[in-house]
């Protein structure tokens, strides 16, 4: 099956370390991009991926990083810097940006 | 610069019933524009989108949506609900140029569908 898997489903931090969120997808798509998601607001651009070992800052990037080291994968680091880090996330992808976004079934992090 | 506007946060409908969800947008070009649905602690699934062919357009499930520039609105309507159709929905602005990776995601409207 082709899609987009994340990992893990559910992840609980304690405050000050930092966890890496995973992304993967086989859809052989150049783009990719992570999502935060807060209730009841619209999903907010965290970093997006044009190309591998490319990557750019998207609207709240501040206390988050980002690799690109292979096409299939696009992991997400939330740092301690983050100050308010318990959200739903979301990675997607796209052959190009003319095309729709395809996501994964999202990470679920909760500071404890 | 693009935005979009969910115009309800919450909508209840009986089964069987029709659905409509508003949305406006605003794009200094012409946009591409989408509508996803989510279910509870899931991703995005898309329904439909509209890159400028025709206006009205069919997605999955019996959804569709009709672009109308004149008014910048792009409404997803339904002629008759399902249980299953109970989810979060979110309308989606690509803007245009082309080649701008970047999206606007509505705040979301909430269905619900009751028996």
């Known amino acids: 099956d082709g899609g987009i898997t994340q990992s893990p489903k559910y992840l609980f931090r304690k405050e000050g370390q930092n966890v890496t969120l995973s992304c993967e997808q086989n859809l052989n798509h150049d783009a990719m991009y992570w999502y935060r998601q807060d209730p009841g607001q619209g999903l907010r651009l965290i970093y997006y991926s044009q190309i591998v070992n490319d990557f750019q800052k998207g609207d709240i990037a501040e206390g988050y990083s980002v690799s690109r080291e292979k096409k299939e994968s696009f992991p997400l680091t939330v740092t301690s810097a983050q100050k308010n880090p318990t959200a739903f996330y979301l990675c997607a992808s796209n052959r190009d940006p003319n095309n729709e976004q395809f996501f994964g079934p999202g990470t679920r992090l909760t500071v404890l | 610069a693009q935005s979009v506007t969910q115009l309800d946060s919450h909508v209840s409908v009986s089964e069987g019933t029709p659905v409509l969800l508003r949305c406006n947008y605003s794009s200094s070009y012409s946009p591409s524009l989408f509508w996803y649905v989510q279910h509870p602690n899931k991703g995005l699934q898309l329904l439909l989108k509209?890159?400028?062919?025709?206006?009205l357009v069919k997605g999955i499930n019996g959804f569709e949506a009709e672009f109308k520039k004149s008014e910048t609105s792009f409404h997803l309507t339904k002629p008759s609900a399902h249980m299953s159709d109970a989810a979060e929905y979110f309308c989606v602005v690509r803007p245009s140029p082309p080649n701008d990776y970047k999206l606007s995601f509505g705040a979301g409207t909430t269905v619900t569908v009751r028996a």
């Open positions: 509209y890159t400028s062919a025709a206006t």
